[in-house]
């Protein structure tokens, strides 16, 4: 079955990290760019980071850059964030995303999200 | 970084009337190269995540029902759904993918 799946989310105190990783099955994971994606309680989406599939690039939004890492490990087919320095404004459901297979980044797989809550 | 707009935020139409949305961009998602609309149009039901509807401002995805249409080009986008059934009362959001990516804010569709 095609499907990512989500884990590592949890409740942390600001400042703290978490690494989130998305486990990927059913495709040819090394071949596809990833992103994730998060989305606030209540609010809407907001692109995060993509990493490619085939050179490893990196891009982030501005709001977390410096402080989120995308990766990836193509022989364990997972996707990370590390997500260090964490404030009160990354609370949300952090989705990780499929893009097609020209590497184009609209994101045709989705998995159900893990959330990242971040409380004093 | 590109902007994207939605209007209207919310809309209540009848069941088996069309409804519209709009969706406007900062700056042109038209790549000259190849006269593609770097636009994707998503649908997200409660407690789901985001399920790809059209892509390239107008392909529709395989499975989406052809109630579902997508238009427009440059910075000024429209999705339209024909005919309203009860599942498609949902949150829309369009996506550029031209320059990075970024999402507009978000359309409720509700039954009047």
């Known amino acids: 079955e095609v499907q990512l799946l989500e884990s590592g989310g949890g409740l942390v105190q600001p400042g703290g990290s978490l690494r989130l990783s998305c486990a990927a099955s059913g495709f040819t994971f090394r071949s596809y760019a990833m992103s994730w994606v998060r989305q606030a309680p209540g609010k809407g989406l907001e692109w995060v980071s993509a990493?490619?599939?085939?050179?490893?690039?990196?891009y982030y939004a501005d709001s977390v850059k410096g402080r989120f890492t995308i990766s990836r490990d193509n022989s364990k087919n997972t996707l990370y964030l590390q997500v260090n320095s964490l404030r009160a404004e990354d609370t949300a459901i952090y989705f990780c995303?499929?893009?097609?297979?020209?590497?184009?980044?609209?994101?045709?797989?989705w998995g159900r999200g893990t959330l990242v809550t971040v409380l004093s | 970084d590109i902007v994207m707009t939605q209007s209207p935020d919310s809309l209540a139409v009848s069941l088996g009337e069309r409804a519209t949305i709009n969706c406007k961009s900062s700056q042109s998602v038209l790549y000259s190269s190849n006269n593609k609309n770097y636009l994707a149009w998503y649908q997200q039901k409660p407690g789901q995540p985001p399920k790809l509807l059209i892509y390239w401002a107008s392909i529709r995805e395989s499975g989406v029902p052809d109630r579902f249409s997508g238009s427009g080009s440059g910075t000024d986008f429209t999705l339209t759904i024909s005919s309203l059934q009860a599942e498609d009362v949902a949150v829309y959001y369009c996506q550029q993918y031209y320059s990075t990516s970024s999402f507009g804010q978000g359309t409720k569709v509700e039954i009047k």
């Open positions: 990493i490619s599939g085939s050179d490893g690039s990196t």
């Open positions: 995303a499929k893009s097609t297979d020209l590497g184009y980044w609209y994101f045709d797989l």
